[in-house]
Nanobody
Framework: QVQLSESGGGSVQAGGFLRRTCAFS????????MGWFRQVRGKGRAGVAL????????YPDVFAKDRFFISKDNAKNTLYLDMYKLKPEDTAMYYC????????????????WGQGTQVTVSS
Protein backbone atom coordinates (compact mmCIF):
# COMPACT_ATOMS: atom_id res chain seq x y z
CA GLN A 1 0.00 0.00 0.00
CA VAL A 2 1.36 3.38 -0.99
CA GLN A 3 1.34 5.93 1.79
CA LEU A 4 2.75 9.43 1.94
CA SER A 5 3.42 11.25 5.19
CA GLU A 6 4.37 14.90 5.15
CA SER A 7 6.18 17.05 7.67
CA GLY A 8 8.06 20.31 7.83
CA GLY A 9 5.37 22.91 7.33
CA GLY A 10 4.82 25.84 9.59
CA SER A 11 5.25 29.57 9.82
CA VAL A 12 8.22 31.62 8.77
CA GLN A 13 9.00 35.25 8.07
CA ALA A 14 9.54 36.52 4.56
CA GLY A 15 13.00 35.72 3.30
CA GLY A 16 13.22 32.61 5.42
CA PHE A 17 13.72 28.93 4.63
CA LEU A 18 11.60 25.82 5.13
CA ARG A 19 12.20 22.21 4.21
CA ARG A 20 9.20 20.10 3.40
CA THR A 21 9.59 16.34 3.82
CA CYS A 22 7.44 13.57 2.41
CA ALA A 23 8.10 10.04 3.58
CA PHE A 24 6.78 7.46 1.14
CA SER A 25 6.23 3.78 1.66
CA UNK A 26 8.44 1.10 0.16
CA UNK A 27 5.61 0.13 -2.23
CA UNK A 28 5.86 3.46 -4.05
CA UNK A 29 7.09 3.08 -7.59
CA UNK A 30 10.55 4.57 -8.11
CA UNK A 31 10.09 4.72 -11.86
CA UNK A 32 7.29 7.27 -11.90
CA UNK A 33 7.37 10.94 -11.03
CA MET A 34 6.74 12.56 -7.71
CA GLY A 35 5.84 16.15 -7.14
CA TRP A 36 4.92 18.97 -4.84
CA PHE A 37 1.75 20.97 -5.28
CA ARG A 38 0.32 23.89 -3.42
CA GLN A 39 -3.17 25.14 -2.98
CA VAL A 40 -4.36 28.56 -1.96
CA ARG A 41 -7.82 28.73 -0.40
CA GLY A 42 -10.44 28.96 -3.08
CA LYS A 43 -8.16 27.79 -5.86
CA GLY A 44 -7.10 24.45 -7.29
CA ARG A 45 -3.82 22.69 -6.66
CA ALA A 46 -0.92 23.91 -8.75
CA GLY A 47 2.33 22.12 -9.43
CA VAL A 48 5.39 23.61 -7.77
CA ALA A 49 8.12 21.08 -8.46
CA LEU A 50 8.33 17.58 -9.86
CA UNK A 51 10.97 14.92 -10.15
CA UNK A 52 11.00 12.08 -12.64
CA UNK A 53 12.12 8.54 -11.93
CA UNK A 54 15.32 9.39 -13.79
CA UNK A 55 16.07 12.13 -11.27
CA UNK A 56 15.40 14.96 -13.70
CA UNK A 57 13.37 17.72 -12.08
CA UNK A 58 11.22 20.55 -13.33
CA TYR A 59 9.54 23.58 -11.83
CA PRO A 60 6.18 24.38 -13.44
CA ASP A 61 5.56 27.30 -11.12
CA VAL A 62 7.57 30.20 -12.49
CA PHE A 63 7.35 31.96 -9.12
CA ALA A 64 8.96 28.99 -7.36
CA LYS A 65 11.72 28.45 -9.87
CA ASP A 66 15.18 29.37 -8.56
CA ARG A 67 13.84 29.51 -5.00
CA PHE A 68 12.40 26.01 -4.53
CA PHE A 69 14.36 22.80 -5.04
CA ILE A 70 13.03 19.26 -5.14
CA SER A 71 15.09 16.20 -4.34
CA LYS A 72 14.50 12.56 -3.50
CA ASP A 73 16.42 10.02 -1.49
CA ASN A 74 15.26 6.56 -2.55
CA ALA A 75 17.36 4.88 0.14
CA LYS A 76 15.46 6.84 2.79
CA ASN A 77 12.11 6.75 0.94
CA THR A 78 11.90 10.50 1.30
CA LEU A 79 11.00 13.38 -0.99
CA TYR A 80 12.12 16.90 -0.11
CA LEU A 81 11.19 20.42 -1.06
CA ASP A 82 13.64 23.09 0.01
CA MET A 83 12.07 26.52 -0.08
CA TYR A 84 14.35 29.55 0.06
CA LYS A 85 13.60 33.27 0.16
CA LEU A 86 10.01 32.63 1.04
CA LYS A 87 7.46 35.29 0.24
CA PRO A 88 4.01 35.96 1.70
CA GLU A 89 2.50 34.83 -1.61
CA ASP A 90 3.99 31.38 -0.99
CA THR A 91 1.47 30.93 1.81
CA ALA A 92 -0.58 27.84 0.94
CA MET A 93 -1.26 24.21 1.74
CA TYR A 94 1.52 22.11 0.30
CA TYR A 95 1.01 18.51 -0.81
CA CYS A 96 3.34 15.83 -2.02
CA UNK A 97 2.15 13.43 -4.69
CA UNK A 98 3.38 10.10 -5.98
CA UNK A 99 3.10 7.81 -8.97
CA UNK A 100 2.48 10.48 -11.51
CA UNK A 101 2.00 9.80 -15.20
CA UNK A 102 1.69 11.69 -18.43
CA UNK A 103 3.37 15.06 -18.18
CA UNK A 104 3.32 14.86 -14.37
CA UNK A 105 2.29 18.49 -14.14
CA UNK A 106 -1.40 18.23 -13.25
CA UNK A 107 -3.03 16.91 -10.07
CA UNK A 108 -5.14 14.32 -11.87
CA UNK A 109 -1.97 12.72 -13.22
CA UNK A 110 -1.00 11.50 -9.73
CA UNK A 111 -2.36 8.49 -7.91
CA UNK A 112 -1.38 9.16 -4.32
CA TRP A 113 -1.31 12.24 -2.11
CA GLY A 114 0.04 13.26 1.23
CA GLN A 115 -2.19 14.84 3.83
CA GLY A 116 -0.94 18.35 3.12
CA THR A 117 0.68 20.83 5.46
CA GLN A 118 0.13 24.55 5.82
CA VAL A 119 2.99 26.91 5.10
CA THR A 120 2.47 30.49 6.25
CA VAL A 121 4.89 33.26 5.36
CA SER A 122 4.51 36.55 7.19
CA SER A 123 5.79 39.87 5.93
Amino acid sequence: QVQLSESGGGSVQAGGFLRRTCAFSAYTSRDTCMGWFRQVRGKGRAGVALIYGSGLHEYPDVFAKDRFFISKDNAKNTLYLDMYKLKPEDTAMYYCAAEGGGACRLPHEYKYWGQGTQVTVSS
